[in-house]
Nanobody, 116 residues
Framework: QVQLVESGGGLVQAGGSLRLSCAAS????????MAWHRQAPGKQRELVAL???????NYADSVKGRFTISRDNAKNTVYLQMTSLKPEDTAVYYC??????????WGRGAQVTVSS
């Protein structure tokens, strides 16, 4: 079993910054990718950013240039640095980790609220 613990969410004014963290623990073997998704009220969950085993990254068009995903392999932790936040970034952000040992895993989510 894999446990994902997210932290770093909160309330911030537009133009501000936040950093989300997600620490993975448990039966982890071979992380294929780590990612962040988000879901705003009344909307479908969407991929925000992904970092692959190789280190390559992929971002949603709406966050390119503002968000940066990174990982610490030694700590099995993925980060999402969010800058120039906008009210439309308000959502619950979910950590997602794909492992060879335990498949696809999701965190419980962290609320990010951006006030105008």
């Amino acid at each position: 079993q894999v446990q994902l613990v997210e932290s770093g969410g909160g309330l911030v004014q537009a133009g501000g910054s936040l950093r989300l963290s997600c620490a993975a623990s448990g039966s982890i073997f071979g992380i294929d990718y780590m990612a962040w998704h988000r879901q705003a009220p009344g909307k479908q969950r969407e991929l925000v950013a992904l970092i692959a085993r190789s280190g390559s990254t992929n971002y949603a068009d709406s966050v390119k240039g503002r968000f940066t995903i990174s990982r610490d392999n030694a700590k099995n932790t993925v980060y999402l640095q969010m800058t120039s936040l906008k009210p439309e970034d308000t959502a619950v952000y979910y950590c997602n980790v794909m492992t060879r040992s335990n498949g696809n895993n999701w965190g419980r989510g962290a609320q990010v609220t951006v006030s105008s």
